[in-house]
C-alpha cells in the first residue's frame, strides 16, 4: 500500500511538537494509515477490497485542555482542517478525516477530577473510555446508568458529540439528560465552560454544544449526572402475535409511568434469529420455535453458514411469506432496582402483557442478550469476512406514527436489501426503531454503489414516512444532506453559532451541517 508523501511546513511541525511533546504528535504512516477512517460500513467496505484513503497530515495527543487550545490555535492561523477522534466508534463517518486533516485524539484528556456523592454527579475529562468510567463509578457503588453498544470502544466526549444513547436509556434517558454542564475549546482556540441552566430556565449553551458533533468546539471536560448502583436485575420475556401488539404494549408500559431500565421488542425476523441462537431452549420456546415454517429455519441456516447470495436472492419472497406463516415477536425486559421497586413494576408489565394475549416464556431470552449485549462491536467485521455488509440505522418517532414509520422504511428497502428491526429506547411520547440491513458484497465498486443506494433509499423513507434521521449515532457525513430538512429554522441558527465559534470553519469540515 502506498500513502502519499507528507506535504507538511516543517515550523508548523516543529511548533506542534513544542505545544504536546515529541510523544504528542505522529506523521509516520501507520499512524496515518490507522486514522483513516473511524467505523463506518463504507469504508469498512473499501477496506475489505484494500481501497484505502483519506490519510490525515499530522495525529497528536494533547494531554490539557491549555494544549488542546493551542494546537487549535496553530490550526487556525495555518488553516488546517481539525478532525476530532475520540473512540473513532463513529458509524457515521463523524470521525473520519480528510487528507488534509490534523487529528486531535482526545483519549490522553483521561482524568477524572471529581466524584460528588453528596449532589451526585462525576466531573470528567471527555476522552476517557466509556468502560474505565463506568467501572470507576461501580467500584465506589454508582452509575452513569449509560450503556451503548460500543462501551468498548468509545469515550465520553464522543458520546456527548452525537448525543447517544445506552441500552438503559428509558430509565436513565440520553446522554443529553445526564450532562449538567460542560467545557468545550471552541474554532478559535478559546476554552468555554457552559453553565448549569437546568433550574433557571436560561439560555443552555450545554444543550447547543452536545450533539453538533465537534462541528461547533472540541469538548475537553464534562460534569455529569450519577446514580446508585441498583442492587438487583430482573429479566422477562414474551412473545406476542405480531408486531402490532407489541408495540401496542410498549406504548402502554411507558404510560403508566414506571421507568422499566429495557424494553426490546423484536420484529418477526429478528424473533426468529434470536431464536435460533438460543441452544438450551426451555419447553415454550420449543413449542414456539416449532411452529416456525421449514422454509424460514433453512433461511436462517444459511444466514448463520453465510451463503448471503442464496439469503439474499430468496429473501424478498421470504419476507413476504413471513407475514403470512410467521407473524410472532418477542419482547424482552430488564429491571433493575430493590426488589421493593422491582416487584410492583414487573406486576404492570405482566398485566399489559397479558391483555394483549401475549405468552410468558421465562427469562432466556433475555439474559441471552444481556449477557452479548456488547458482542455486536465485533460481528460487522465478521459478516464482511463472509461476504455480506450490514449497516444500522436508528431512527424515531412517536406512538402514533410508528408502524407507519417501520412499514414504509421495510417497503421501501426490501428491494435492495434484508432488513431487520427492533424497537428499543422508548419513552412515554414514542420511540427508537432500529433497522439492520444487510446485502451481500459484489466487488468494490458495485458494492459501494449498492451502499449509497440503500442509504439514500432509507434516509428518504424515514424523512417521507415522518421519522427523525437519527436517534444516537449522529448524523456525521453519512446524512449531513438531509439534515437541513429536518432542522428547519434551526439550520440557519447553527450556522450563525458555527460562524460565531469557529469561523475560519476549521472543525470538522463536511460534517453534520458544514
Ligand atoms: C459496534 C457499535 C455499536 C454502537 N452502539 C451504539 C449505541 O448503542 N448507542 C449509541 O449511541 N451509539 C452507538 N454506536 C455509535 C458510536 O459508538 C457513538 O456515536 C459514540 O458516541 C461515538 O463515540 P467515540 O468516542 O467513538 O467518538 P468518535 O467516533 O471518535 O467521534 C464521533 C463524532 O464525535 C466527534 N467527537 C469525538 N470526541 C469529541 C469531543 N471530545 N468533542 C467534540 N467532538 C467530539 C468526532 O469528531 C465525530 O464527529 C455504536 C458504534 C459501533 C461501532
Not at 478559546?190 to 430556565?201: A, C, K, L, P, Y
Request: hydrophobic residues 40%.
Amino acid at each position: 500500500m502506498l500513502i502519499p508523501a507528507l506535504k507538511l511546513k516543517s515550523s508548523i511541525l516543529n511548533t506542534i511538537i513544542k505545544i504536546v511533546g515529541e510523544n504528542g504528535v505522529s506523521v509516520n504512516e501507520l499512524d496515518r494509515f490507522s486514522y483513516s477512517r473511524d467505523a463506518n460500513t463504507r469504508s469498512n467496505i473499501e477496506a475489505h477490497y484494500a481501497h484505502f484513503k483519506n490519510f490525515p497530515k499530522i495525529i497528536t495527543w494533547p494531554k490539557t485542555n491549555q494544549q488542546l487550545a493551542n494546537l487549535i490555535q496553530v490550526a487556525a492561523e495555518n488553516n488546517i482542517p481539525i478532525t476530532t477522534f475520540g473512540g473513532g466508534s463513529s458509524i457515521c463517518g463523524g470521525a473520519t478525516p480528510t487528507d488534509k486533516s490534523l487529528v486531535i485524539d482526545t483519549k490522553r484528556l483521561n482524568k477524572i477530577i471529581r466524584l460528588d456523592t453528596d449532589k451526585l454527579y462525576v466531573e470528567v475529562e471527555s476522552g476517557i473510555m466509556a468502560l474505565e468510567l463506568e467501572k470507576y463509578l461501580q467500584r465506589h457503588g454508582y452509575t452513569l446508568g449509560h450503556f451503548p453498544s460500543s462501551i468498548l470502544c468509545a469515550t465520553l466526549g464522543g458520546f456527548l458529540a452525537t448525543r447517544s444513547a445506552g441500552q438503559y436509556s428509558s430509565k436513565y434517558g440520553k446522554i443529553e439528560d445526564m450532562i449538567i454542564d460542560l467545557e468545550f475549546v471552541d474554532g478559535t482556540g478559546t476554552i468555554r465552560q457552559t453553565s448549569d441552566v437546568s433550574r433557571t430556565r436560561g439560555f443552555d449553551l450545554t444543550q447547543c454544544i452536545v450533539g453538533t458533533e465537534g462541528t461547533l468546539g472540541i469538548i475537553t471536560k464534562a460534569k455529569l449526572k450519577i446514580y446508585h448502583q441498583p442492587s438487583k436485575k430482573i429479566f422477562q420475556a414474551y412473545i406476542f402475535d405480531n408486531f402490532e401488539n407489541g408495540i401496542e404494549s410498549l406504548r402502554r408500559i411507558m404510560q403508566t409511568g414506571i421507568k422499566p431500565d429495557a424494553l426490546r421488542l423484536y420484529d418477526e425476523y429478528e424473533t426468529a434469529l434470536v431464536l435460533s441462537k438460543i441452544s438450551k431452549r426451555t419447553v415454550d420456546e420449543e413449542r414456539l420455535a416449532s411452529t416456525m415454517p421449514d422454509f424460514f429455519i433453512q433461511n436462517l441456516k444459511s444466514f448463520k453458514s453465510s451463503a448471503f447470495n442464496l439469503l439474499f436472492k430468496s429473501h424478498r419472497l421470504l419476507t413476504q411469506f413471513l407475514s403470512l406463516a410467521w407473524t410472532r415477536c418477542a419482547l424482552i425486559t430488564v429491571l433493575e432496582g430493590s426488589e421493593k421497586i422491582i416487584q410492583p413494576q414487573l406486576e404492570i408489565i405482566s398485566n399489559v402483557c397479558e391483555n394483549l394475549n401475549a405468552i410468558n416464556i421465562g427469562t432466556n431470552i433475555a439474559t441471552h442478550w444481556h449477557k452479548h449485549r456488547y458482542s455486536v462491536s465485533f460481528e460487522g467485521a465478521k459478516l464482511i469476512q463472509d461476504g455480506a455488509f450490514v449497516d444500522t440505522m436508528e431512527v424515531a418517532t412517536t406512538w402514533d406514527n410508528i408502524d407507519h414509520l417501520y412499514h414504509g422504511v421495510k417497503r421501501s428497502l426490501n428491494p435492495y436489501c434484508i432488513v431487520l428491526a427492533h424497537v428499543a429506547h422508548i419513552y412515554p411520547d414514542g420511540a427508537a426503531i432500529y433497522f439492520t440491513m444487510i446485502s451481500p458484497l459484489s466487488g468494490l465498486r458495485r458494492s459501494v454503489k449498492k451502499y449509497d443506494s440503500i442509504w439514500q433509499h432509507a434516509l428518504k423513507a424515514v424523512q417521507d414516512y415522518g421519522g427523525v434521521l437519527s436517534h444516537h449515532h449522529g448524523i456525521g457525513r453519512l446524512k449531513k444532506d438531509y439534515i437541513k430538512k429536518e432542522w428547519g429554522e434551526a439550520h440557519t441558527l447553527y450556522h450563525n453559532l458555527k460562524h460565531y465559534f469557529d469561523p475560519n470553519k476549521i472543525l470538522n469540515p463536511g460534517v453534520l451541517a458544514n
